[in-house]
């Protein structure tokens, strides 16, 4: 079973680790964006090599964002099918009723795998590079400026934080339950969609279980420490915009030109 990588973090002391979260946030934002106007492949190998350099940079295994894609690869796989079959436009290969295959719908589908695929890598080095608690300290400040409309910054930062800590938790749990029902004799693989379903409830069960008790646990802990929110508190890690932010900025704001370029020039 592969593991869902989403806010699991690796310590390394790589140029991407050591980057400021909010610079890292913005960029991985910026790089979702520009991607939806790729439209032809010398686009796509621009955004690819900024991702491999960006993979290069943060020092992770390989492997990791391999593991990372594996879990989705499904979903990618079903918007490609159906995008083959239903797509129009270009020479027709094939065609049976509302069913069609044309050489457009096979473009766009592997237009659609690559951009799915660099948006999980670059997700997936986020989260990889970037602590749940260095990304909940960047989106407080990022969305600082709200605060005068009333904007309640940190308690919002605060539900990111814990969700975000507690992800991987979960997804530990669910294969420590599963585990236990594979030994009990439960196939997960087998049967259709409605029997496959009927399994996964007495997983969801003491998986909710667990979440509630956990959350119970954690409020009881915060309470006891006397937490009364972000008024008046201060920070013990300090985000300080560095020469390393300055580059990495440099180089996805070049990309962004370039892909703009390649689009409409």
């Excluded at 079959?85 to 290969?93: A, E």
């Excluded at 236990?180 to 087998?190: C, E, H, K, M, Y």
């Amino acid at each position: 079973m592969n593991k869902l990588l989403f806010g699991r973090y690796i310590p390394q002391t790589s140029f991407v680790h050591q980057m400021d979260p909010r610079a890292k946030l913005v960029l991985s934002f910026l790089y979702v964006i520009v991607i939806f106007f790729a439209n032809n492949w010398w686009i796509y190998l621009v955004m690819t090599a900024v991702a491999f350099l960006s993979i290069w940079a943060s020092k992770i295994n390989l492997k990791l964002f391999v593991d990372g894609v594996l879990p989705l690869i499904w979903i990618i796989v079903f918007t490609m099918v159906i995008q083959i079959f239903f797509g129009t436009g270009g020479q027709v290969y094939w065609q049976w009723g509302i069913f069609s295959i044309t050489s457009l719908g096979l473009l766009n589908a592997a237009y659609i795998f690559v951009r799915f695929t660099l948006i999980i890598l670059i997700s997936t080095l986020l989260t990889l590079s970037t602590s749940p608690i260095q990304i909940s300290d960047a989106i407080e400040s990022l969305l600082k400026p709200l605060e005068k409309l009333h904007f309640p910054v940190y308690e919002v930062a605060l539900m990111l934080s814990i969700a975000l800590r507690f992800v991987p938790t979960l997804m530990d749990e669910t294969e420590t339950i599963m585990n236990a029902q594979r030994a009990r004799g439960v196939d997960f693989g087998t049967g259709n969609i409605v029997v496959r379903i009927k399994k996964i409830i007495p997983i969801l069960i003491p998986l909710f279980v667990s979440a509630f008790n956990r959350a119970e646990d954690l409020a009881t802990a915060m309470e006891a420490r006397g937490y009364q929110g972000g008024s008046g508190r201060t920070k013990y890690r300090l985000l300080k915009w560095g020469i390393r932010d300055t580059i990495a900025t440099l180089v996805y704001l070049l990309m962004t030109v370039v892909v703009f370029a390649l689009r409409f020039f």
